[in-house]
């Protein structure tokens, strides 16, 4: 997903402006280390948004400060809000970069695919170690949130630890078997004589 | 012979003019069927450590020893080899596939090695029944609470006979009542059936179940501690020796 519903979110929570909303999306995602957004992504999001007619922004002065935007959202950036959160939030974890490596590395030997499974699984368990340790510094009486999200992220790795494994294992059976090609396709109409699909007209 | 030894064991992470000496020059060793735990403030080296043990990554300086074969002296393939026959891993989350019972789930390991499934399923129901789960095989992961899946999920790390048992953090999610029943576990697994566990642990409760506790700082061995008997003050010792170490 990309940080724009979330960046939206917040304004509904409280109009504020470029650097107080950066804030905002780093506290809720736990850190830097979680998600880090650069402060030219928020400000360019804060663009498109107002573009698209989903915020709008309004200028305050502090006392003798610098002129500040604040944003807030409009009554379609509100409308928006409430359609993203009703709606389903999609996964693929089919769309597997490491998948697509292993398999590519198969079909053109431009690398070890064994090689590749233990540079992954030593990164997957480095990645592992630094999550619990970072999760095992926040408090969850305090911070139950961002323990849970971290989970989550240990959940993912060690689900990808396992199937890594897998594949170890079975690795020359795979080779064995070709590469996935397209299945050729028949050009032009089917002859008369064959059945159209099976299909009525 | 140890079931595991490290001599002078370094590693330096990054390029000469920033490196990084996560590892500095550890010898250290855990004998069979001992359950050792490994402390330190974050950043010790103690997760390198464990991965240098475990063929998930090459060494700097200096040797391990897996059964007194050097690791040193295997290529790539070979450390995998051996890492897959000699090492189980104990994750934090249990991660078994709903669709299996838990007699499937146990066995995996073996059924993907092409042991025989009859085989596979007789050792799987072994250890299933050494941690009272005879009783549940057919039954599948939704049917278990979270205390079973996690022992089913270690007698998966433990169906192919491996000889070290490696965990790091194993009981990070859990709750201090599951987290002990855990760490009660894995010194059984130590003390009945005989296999040797290293651990990575920051929780005092946890390795005070342990036999021994290296505690690591900067990258140096810097402390033992011996626990003769598995006595209720054993966690505040460990803890004190803990901000001791400065962890």
Known sequence: MSVRNALLGLLEQRPRHGYELRAAFEALIGGEANWNVRPAQVYATLERLTEAGLIRPRSVTKQGGPEKRIYAPTKAGRKHLRAWLAAETEREPQRDEFFIKLMIALATGGAQPRKLIRDQRTALYRRLHSVTTRRQAIDPRTSLAHVLLLDQAVMHLEADLHWLEMIEARLDVVRRQSIPEPQPKRRGRPPRNEPSNGKEN | ?247
């Open chain 2, 1 to 247: 012979m140890p079931a595991v030894s490290t001599e002078q064991l370094t590693k330096i992470y990054g390029e000469p003019n920033a490196a990084v000496t996560a590892l500095d020059h550890v010898s250290m060793h855990v004998d069979v069927g001992e359950f050792v735990a490994v402390m330190g403030p974050s950043g010790c080296g103690k997760s390198t450590l464990l991965h240098l043990i475990g063929g998930l990554d090459r060494p700097t300086e200096g040797r391990v020893f897996l059964n007194g074969s050097d690791l040193s002296g295997l290529d790539d393939e070979a450390i995998s080899a051996v890492r897959r026959r000699n090492i189980g891993f104990v994750f934090q989350f249990y991660n078994l596939l709903p669709v299996l019972n838990a007699l499937e789930n146990a066995a995996l390991p073996l059924s993907l090695d092409g042991v025989d499934p009859a085989v596979a399923r007789q050792k799987a129901g072994q250890w299933l029944e050494r941690f009272d789960l005879g009783n549940r095989l057919g039954h599948r992961p939704d049917q278990l609470s979270g205390g079973q899946q996690q022992r089913v999920a270690i007698a998966r790390a433990l169906v192919a006979e491996p000889s070290l048992i490696l965990a790091d953090e194993p009981t990070g999610n859990l709750d201090s009542l599951a987290s002990d029943q855990i760490a009660a576990l894995l010194a059984r697994i130590s003390s009945e059936w005989g296999r040797t566990v290293l651990i990575v642990t920051h929780d005092p409760r946890i390795a005070a179940q342990a036999d021994r506790i290296l505690f690591l700082k900067d990258g140096k061995l810097v402390d033992e501690a011996v626990l003769e008997s598995k006595d209720s003050r054993n966690a505040e010792i460990v803890a004190d020796r803990m901000r001791r170490v400065g962890g």
